[in-house]
C-alpha cells in the first residue's frame, strides 16, 4: 500500500524494495535453487523481524540465498554484469532479481487510487505517485501501445505524452522532454517516444528533431542515411587541380579514408538511436568534411618552378618551396588517423564491454574504468584537434611574415620618392630589392607577390577567404627581360595598402580562442576521467568496509 498516492506526492518507488520470494516450481527455476525454504523459514520468524526483512537489498537477499554449493559462491561479483570479474552468464541473478523486485503498479490497491483514477486530466496525471502512473498505463492502454509509445493523457490541446521505461518501472512525461535529456534514453526509449503523438507533433518541431510529424521512424533513418552518403560521396570525387602525378594522386586517396571512414562510422551507427537531432549531425559531418577541405587545400598546391631564372620563375606560393605547407598536411593527416583511431577503439569498448586484446580475448571492465576510458578518449581527442588548430596558428604566422617582409620591401622603395606636387608623376622607382637567386627568402617573397610569379591562394589564404594582393613587379615570362619596373608613388602607395588590408584580415586571435577553449575542454574530459575513477575506488573501499 502506498501512503499519499493521488496527493502529488513527489516519493519515488524504491527499486530495491521486496516481495517475499515464491516457493514454488517456477520461481526455483528462475533463480537456479536460490531461496528453497524462504517461505516456511519466514513462516516461524515473528512479525517484526518479517517486516525488516522485506527491507533489505536485492544484493543482500541474493547473497544470503546463494547456495554454498554454487560454484560462484565465493566469488558473488561474477554475477553482476559490468564488474571486471564478470565471467559467467548472468541469467541467475537477473532471475532472482526478477523474482523480487515488485512491479510497481501491482502495490497500488484499489482503495488507493485517486478519486480522478478514471479519467484524469493532464495535470492531474502528472501529479500523481509514479506507481499509480504505472498502474494507470497498465489498466488503459494496451502493451502494444505502451511498447510503440502510443500512450497520451488527455485530449486536443491539453495532452501530455508519457512513455514507460525499459525497466518497467518509472514513466517519462515526455512535454518536459529536453534535447540533453532525450539522448540519455536507452535506443529502445528513444524508438518508443519517436512513436509518442506528443513528441512528434510539438516536441521534436521545437528541438528540431527527426522524426516528427510526417515522417516516420524508418523514413528518419533513410534521410539521415542519405545525408552522410553524400557528404561520403563528395570527398570520394573530390579531384586535384594542381598535382595530377599518378603517384600524388595515389596518395591523396589513400590519406583521404581517413576522413570517409569517420563519416562510414557516422553513418553505421545510424540504426543505434531512435532520435536523431539534424542540427547535431550537420555540425558533427561539417567538422570531418571541414578538416578534409583543409587537408586538401595543403596537398593540392602548386609546386614552384624556378627554371634557373628570375624572370621564368612561376607557381610561388611560399618563400620556403612549400616545406612549411608539406608539413602542416602531414601533421592534419597523422592527427586525423589519431582522432580515427581513438573513435574506433572507443567505439570497440562500448560494444564489447571491455578492451579487445591481441589473442581476441576481451578484458572486460567495470563501469567505472570504462566511463573513465571514454572521458580519457575524449581528452585525447580533443588534444588531436588542438594539434591541429596550433599547426594552423604556425602557417598563419608564417604567412603573416611574408606578409610584413614585402610590407618592409615597399615601404624602403616608398622612401625612395622626394618630388611633390605637380612633378610628383614624373618620378618613378622601381622596386628597392636586390633580387639574387629565387631560393633566398626576400627574392622568394617578392616572387609570392609578383603577378606573373605568384601562385595563389595559399591554404591559409584559402581558409580566411584573403585574395593575395600582386603587382607587376618584373618584366617577366617569355618574352620578359626580366628587369625591374618602374611605377609612380600612388600606385606603390596603393599596393602597399592593398597589402595592409590583407595582413589585418590575417588575424590570429580567432584560432587562439579556438585553441584556449579546446584546453579547456581536453582539461575538463580529463577531470572527469580522473573523478570517475577516484569516486569508483571511494566507493569500492565503502564496500569493503561493509564486507567487514
Same mark, same amino acid.
Request: charged share 25%; aromatic share 6%; no cysteine.
Given at each position: 500500500?502506498?501512503?499519499?498516492?493521488?496527493?502529488?506526492?513527489?516519493?519515488?518507488?524504491?527499486?530495491?524494495?521486496?516481495?517475499?520470494?515464491?516457493?514454488?516450481?517456477?520461481?526455483?527455476?528462475?533463480?537456479?535453487?536460490?531461496? &528453497?525454504?524462504?517461505?516456511?523459514?519466514?513462516?516461524?520468524?515473528?512479525?517484526?523481524?518479517?517486516?525488516?526483512?522485506?527491507?533489505?537489498?536485492?544484493?543482500?537477499?541474493?547473497?544470503?540465498?546463494?547456495?554454498?554449493?554454487?560454484?560462484?559462491?565465493?566469488?558473488?561479483?561474477?554475477?553482476?554484469?559490468?564488474?571486471?570479474?564478470?565471467?559467467?552468464?548472468?541469467?541467475?541473478?537477473?532471475?532472482?532479481?526478477?523474482?523480487?523486485?515488485?512491479?510497481?503498479?501491482?502495490?497500488?490497491?484499489?482503495?488507493?487510487?485517486?478519486?480522478?483514477?478514471?479519467?484524469?486530466?493532464?495535470?492531474?496525471?502528472?501529479?500523481?505517485?509514479?506507481?499509480?502512473?504505472?498502474?494507470?498505463?497498465?489498466?488503459?492502454?494496451?502493451?502494444?501501445?505502451?511498447?510503440?509509445?502510443?500512450?497520451?493523457?488527455?485530449?486536443?490541446?491539453?495532452?501530455?505524452?508519457?512513455?514507460?521505461?525499459?525497466?518497467?518501472?518509472?514513466?517519462?512525461?515526455?512535454?518536459?522532454?529536453?534535447?540533453?535529456?532525450?539522448?540519455?534514453?536507452?535506443?529502445?526509449?528513444?524508438?518508443?517516444?519517436?512513436?509518442?503523438?506528443?513528441?512528434?507533433?510539438?516536441?521534436?518541431?521545437?528541438?528540431?528533431?527527426?522524426?516528427?510529424?510526417?515522417?516516420?521512424?524508418?523514413?528518419?533513418?533513410?534521410?539521415?542515411?542519405?545525408?552522410?552518403?553524400?557528404?561520403?560521396?563528395?570527398?570520394?570525387?573530390?579531384?586535384?587541380?594542381?598535382?595530377?602525378?599518378?603517384?600524388?594522386?595515389?596518395?591523396?586517396?589513400?590519406?583521404?579514408?581517413?576522413?570517409?571512414?569517420?563519416?562510414?562510422?557516422?553513418?553505421?551507427?545510424?540504426?543505434?538511436?531512435?532520435?536523431?537531432?539534424?542540427?547535431?549531425?550537420?555540425?558533427?559531418?561539417?567538422?570531418?568534411?571541414?578538416?578534409?577541405?583543409?587537408?586538401?587545400?595543403?596537398?593540392?598546391?602548386?609546386?614552384?618552378?624556378?627554371?634557373?631564372?628570375?624572370?621564368?620563375?612561376?607557381?610561388?606560393?611560399?618563400?620556403?618551396?612549400?616545406?612549411?605547407?608539406?608539413?602542416?598536411?602531414?601533421?592534419?593527416?597523422?592527427?586525423?588517423?589519431?582522432?580515427?583511431?581513438?573513435?574506433?577503439?572507443?567505439?570497440?569498448?562500448?560494444?564489447?564491454?571491455?578492451?579487445?586484446?591481441?589473442?581476441?580475448?576481451?578484458?572486460?571492465?567495470?563501469?567505472?574504468?570504462?566511463?573513465?576510458?571514454?572521458?580519457?578518449?575524449?581528452?585525447?581527442?580533443?588534444?588531436?584537434?588542438?594539434?591541429?588548430?596550433?599547426?594552423?596558428?604556425?602557417?598563419?604566422?608564417?604567412?603573416?611574415?611574408?606578409?610584413?617582409?614585402?610590407?618592409?620591401?615597399?615601404?624602403?622603395?616608398?622612401?625612395?620618392?622626394?618630388?611633390?606636387?605637380?612633378?610628383?608623376?614624373?618620378?618613378?622607382?622601381?622596386?628597392?630589392?636586390?633580387?639574387?637567386?629565387?631560393?633566398?627568402?626576400?627574392?622568394?617573397?617578392?616572387?609570392?607577390?609578383?603577378?606573373?610569379?605568384?601562385?595563389?591562394?595559399?591554404?591559409?589564404?584559402?581558409?580566411?577567404?584573403?585574395?593575395?594582393?600582386?603587382? &607587376?613587379?618584373?618584366?617577366?615570362?617569355?618574352?620578359?627581360?626580366?628587369?625591374?619596373?618602374?611605377?609612380?608613388?600612388?600606385?606603390?602607395?596603393?599596393?602597399?595598402?592593398?597589402?595592409?588590408?590583407?595582413?589585418?584580415?590575417?588575424?590570429?586571435?580567432?584560432?587562439?580562442?579556438?585553441?584556449?577553449?579546446?584546453?579547456?575542454?581536453?582539461?575538463?574530459?580529463?577531470?572527469?576521467?580522473?573523478?570517475?575513477?577516484?569516486?569508483?575506488?571511494?566507493?569500492?573501499?565503502?564496500?569493503?568496509?561493509?564486507?567487514?
Amino acid at each position: 500500500m502506498i501512503n499519499g498516492v493521488g496527493s502529488g506526492s513527489s516519493t519515488t518507488v524504491d527499486p530495491d524494495t521486496l516481495a517475499p520470494p515464491k516457493d514454488d516450481d517456477t520461481a526455483k527455476a528462475t533463480s537456479g535453487g536460490a531461496g &528453497d525454504g524462504a517461505q516456511e523459514r519466514a513462516a516461524g520468524q515473528g512479525p517484526a523481524l518479517q517486516a525488516a526483512e522485506t527491507q533489505t537489498s536485492v544484493w543482500d537477499s541474493f547473497l544470503s540465498n546463494l547456495p554454498e554449493a554454487d560454484p560462484d559462491f565465493e566469488n558473488p561479483l561474477l554475477f553482476i554484469p559490468g564488474t571486471r570479474d564478470y565471467a559467467t552468464d548472468p541469467s541467475k541473478y537477473n532471475a532472482y532479481v526478477a523474482s523480487v523486485l515488485v512491479d510497481p503498479a501491482d502495490t497500488v490497491a484499489d482503495e488507493d487510487l485517486p478519486a480522478n483514477y478514471s479519467s484524469p486530466s493532464p495535470q492531474q496525471f502528472v501529479s500523481w505517485h509514479p506507481a499509480v502512473q504505472l498502474r494507470y498505463l497498465r489498466d488503459n492502454f494496451s502493451d502494444a501501445d505502451i511498447q510503440a509509445g502510443r500512450t497520451v493523457i488527455g485530449s486536443g490541446s491539453n495532452q501530455v505524452g508519457v512513455i514507460r521505461s525499459d525497466d518497467k518501472r518509472s514513466v517519462t512525461i515526455v512535454n518536459e522532454l529536453t534535447k540533453s535529456r532525450i539522448f540519455q534514453l536507452s535506443k529502445t526509449e528513444q524508438e518508443r517516444l519517436a512513436g509518442n503523438p506528443v513528441f512528434l507533433n510539438k516536441i521534436a518541431p521545437l528541438l528540431d528533431l527527426l522524426p516528427q510529424n510526417g515522417t516516420d521512424l524508418a523514413a528518419s533513418r533513410a534521410e539521415i542515411t542519405i545525408q552522410i552518403s553524400k557528404e561520403i560521396n563528395d570527398i570520394k570525387s573530390k579531384t586535384l587541380e594542381n598535382r595530377a602525378d599518378d603517384e600524388d594522386v595515389r596518395k591523396f586517396k589513400a590519406d583521404r579514408k581517413v576522413y570517409e571512414d569517420q563519416l562510414i562510422m557516422l553513418r553505421d551507427n545510424v540504426p543505434n538511436a531512435g532520435i536523431y537531432s539534424r542540427s547535431d549531425l550537420a555540425t558533427e559531418m561539417q567538422e570531418i568534411v571541414k578538416r578534409f577541405e583543409r587537408a586538401h587545400a595543403y596537398f593540392d598546391v602548386k609546386t614552384p618552378n624556378r627554371h634557373g631564372t628570375l624572370k621564368l620563375a612561376d607557381d610561388f606560393v611560399t618563400p620556403d618551396n612549400n616545406k612549411s605547407i608539406k608539413r602542416g598536411y602531414a601533421v592534419f593527416i597523422k592527427q586525423e588517423q589519431r582522432i580515427l583511431a581513438l573513435k574506433q577503439a572507443e567505439q570497440q569498448m562500448l560494444s564489447a564491454g571491455g578492451i579487445t586484446n591481441s589473442d581476441g580475448t576481451i578484458s572486460r571492465l567495470d563501469l567505472p574504468t570504462l566511463v573513465a576510458l571514454i572521458q580519457n578518449q575524449a581528452s585525447l581527442k580533443q588534444q588531436a584537434i588542438i594539434t591541429m588548430r596550433t599547426e594552423q596558428l604556425t602557417q598563419l604566422n608564417q604567412l603573416s611574415q611574408a606578409y610584413a617582409e614585402m610590407q618592409r620591401i615597399v615601404n624602403e622603395t616608398l622612401k625612395k620618392f622626394e618630388k611633390t606636387g605637380k612633378d610628383a608623376d614624373q618620378e618613378t622607382w622601381d622596386l628597392q630589392q636586390s633580387l639574387g637567386l629565387s631560393s633566398s627568402y626576400s627574392t622568394a617573397v617578392v616572387l609570392m607577390f609578383e603577378d606573373w610569379a605568384a601562385a595563389r591562394p595559399h591554404p591559409v589564404e584559402k581558409e580566411f577567404s584573403i585574395t593575395r594582393p600582386s603587382h &607587376d613587379i618584373l618584366n617577366n615570362g617569355p618574352f620578359g627581360s626580366g628587369s625591374l619596373n618602374k611605377f609612380k608613388r600612388t600606385q606603390w602607395e596603393r599596393f602597399s595598402t592593398q597589402l595592409s588590408d590583407a595582413v589585418t584580415l590575417l588575424n590570429p586571435q580567432l584560432l587562439t580562442n579556438d585553441i584556449n577553449q579546446d584546453n579547456r575542454e581536453q582539461n575538463r574530459s580529463f577531470e572527469q576521467a580522473t573523478g570517475t575513477v577516484r569516486r569508483s575506488f571511494d566507493l569500492n573501499i565503502q564496500i569493503a568496509r561493509g564486507f567487514s
